[in-house]
């Protein structure tokens, strides 16, 4: 059974810095495509980044772009977002999915239950 288990959420402060982890197991093939997804109280969820199973490929959502930075280490099955310069509008759940696409996913097999994040001012 495939698990997807997020950590690295807290409190922060606005201009700060967090970076999440999601590390996966109970699988031996994928998933691959990866991507990182939020949601506030009330509000949809909303995608935040994407990777493709090589780390080359990348996607981000316009309102992070050039603040966070999605990677990958496939010998720890792990994916990161490294969150920078972090704003209030931050404050959410983060959410980790996983596809069997090798590619950047369009739709997600697998999720993860989320961490929050919190941005004060």
């Known amino acids: 059974q495939v698990q997807l288990v997020e950590s690295g959420g807290g409190l922060v402060q606005v201009g700060g810095s967090l970076r999440l982890s999601c590390t996966v197991s109970?699988?031996?093939?994928?998933?691959?495509?990866m991507g990182w997804f939020r949601q506030t109280p009330g509000k949809e969820r909303e995608f935040v980044a994407a990777?493709?199973?090589?780390?080359?490929?990348?996607s981000y959502a316009d309102s992070v772009k050039g603040r966070f930075t999605i990677s990958r280490d496939n010998a720890k099955n792990t994916v990161y977002l490294e969150m920078n310069s972090l704003k209030r509008n931050d404050t959410a759940v983060y959410y980790c999915?996983?596809?069997?696409?090798?590619?950047?996913?369009?739709?997600?097999?697998?999720w993860g239950q989320g961490t929050q994040v919190t941005v004060s001012s």
């Open positions: 999915a996983g596809s069997r696409y090798e590619g950047i996913p369009h739709d997600y097999e697998y």
């Open positions: 109970g699988s031996t093939y994928g998933p691959y495509g």
């Open positions: 990777i493709g199973w090589s780390g080359i490929f990348t």
